[in-house]
C-alpha cells in the first residue's frame, strides 16, 4: 500500500505553482498524488511533471458537473491524455447542496445519484479508468427511513465503482472508520486518511494524542482488503504551513506503518 498527498492539503500552494509543489512533495518522500478541482494545467504539463518527480497519480477529484453527458467526453479525454486511473467524484448533497438541495434530500435522489453513477461508471470503464465516491459525514449521518446515503450507494451501484472512505469525515459522523471498510469489502481501492479530534475536529495532526483514528486497526483492514493507496489529507489551517504540515503527517504515518 502506497502513500499520496491528497493535493487539496495544499491547493493554494498547487495553485501557485504546480512545479515546485510536485518537487515539494517529492522531496517529502510520498509516492504519489490525488489532485482535487477543476484541471488548470494541459495534461502533458501535468504529466511530464509528475514523471520528472517520480510520483504515481492515484486519482484525482473531478466534480459531478465534469461527469454530465455535455462535459464527459472532454473530462475522459484529459483524464486519458493524463494517464490517471481513478476519477473519484468528491461529493454529492452536503452543506454544498452538489447536484440536489437540502429540500430534495431523501431516498429517492440518493437512488438516482446511484443509478447516474453507474452510468457515468460505464463510460469510464470504456475509457480505460475506475470512478469513484469521496464520503463525507452526511453519507453516514442521512437517515431516510433506516437507510443512509452510504447504504444506498453500497447496495445500488455497481461493484467497481469504489468508496474512497475519508476517516475523518467518518469520525465526524460518530461512524467507525474500521466498520465502513468492512461494510465496503472489495470496494476499498484509495482510502483519505485524515486525522480527526474530538476537541478540535479537523484541527488535528496524524496520530497525534488527540487524534481519534485507530491508525493501526485502519491500516490492517486497509491491508486485507488489498487497498492500493492511503491519501493523506489535512485540512487543519493552525497547524502551520500546509506543506510543513503534510511532510509532518507523512513522517507519523510511516512510523505507524512500520
Known amino acids: 500500500m502506497k502513500l499520496a498527498l491528497a493535493m487539496y492539503t495544499v491547493y493554494e500552494e498547487l495553485q501557485q505553482s504546480l512545479e515546485e509543489t510536485l518537487s515539494a512533495i517529492k522531496k517529502m518522500g510520498y509516492q504519489g498524488v490525488e489532485f482535487y478541482g477543476e484541471t488548470s494545467w494541459p495534461a502533458v504539463d501535468v504529466k511530464r511533471l509528475l514523471e520528472v518527480n517520480e510520483l504515481e ?57 446511484a443509478k ?84 478540535g475536529g479537523i484541527e488535528t495532526a496524524i496520530a497525534s494524542p488527540v487524534d481519534l483514528n485507530s491508525w493501526s486497526t485502519i491500516i490492517n483492514q486497509c491491508h486485507l482488503q488489498h487497498c492500493q493507496w492511503l491519501a493523506i489529507e489535512n485540512e487543519a489551517v493552525t497547524l502551520g504551513g500546509k506543506l510543513d504540515v503534510a511532510e509532518r503527517d507523512l513522517k507519523s504515518m510511516q512510523l505507524v506503518m512500520k
Open 57 to 113: 497519480i492515484c486519482g484525482w477529484h473531478v466534480e459531478w458537473k465534469l461527469l454530465q453527458s455535455e462535459t464527459i467526453a472532454e473530462t475522459l479525454q484529459y483524464h486519458h491524455e493524463l494517464g490517471n486511473p481513478n476519477i473519484i467524484i468528491p461529493c454529492l448533497g452536503g452543506p454544498w447542496n452538489v447536484a440536489h438541495t437540502a429540500a430534495e434530500n431523501n431516498k429517492e435522489t440518493w437512488l438516482a445519484h
Open 116 to 199: 447516474k453513477m453507474n452510468e457515468i461508471a460505464v463510460q469510464v470503464e470504456a475509457a480505460g479508468m475506475t470512478l469513484g465516491y469521496h464520503t463525507h459525514a452526511h453519507e453516514f449521518e442521512d437517515d431516510f427511513d433506516g437507510l443512509s446515503p452510504w447504504n444506498i450507494l453500497l447496495e445500488h451501484t455497481k461493484p467497481s465503482i469504489f468508496l474512497e472512505l475519508d476517516t475523518g469525515n467518518c469520525l465526524e459522523a460518530h461512524y467507525d472508520p474500521v466498520k465502513a471498510l468492512q461494510e465496503a469489502v472489495g470496494r476499498i481501492k484509495v482510502v483519505h486518511a485524515k486525522p480527526y479530534s474530538l476537541e
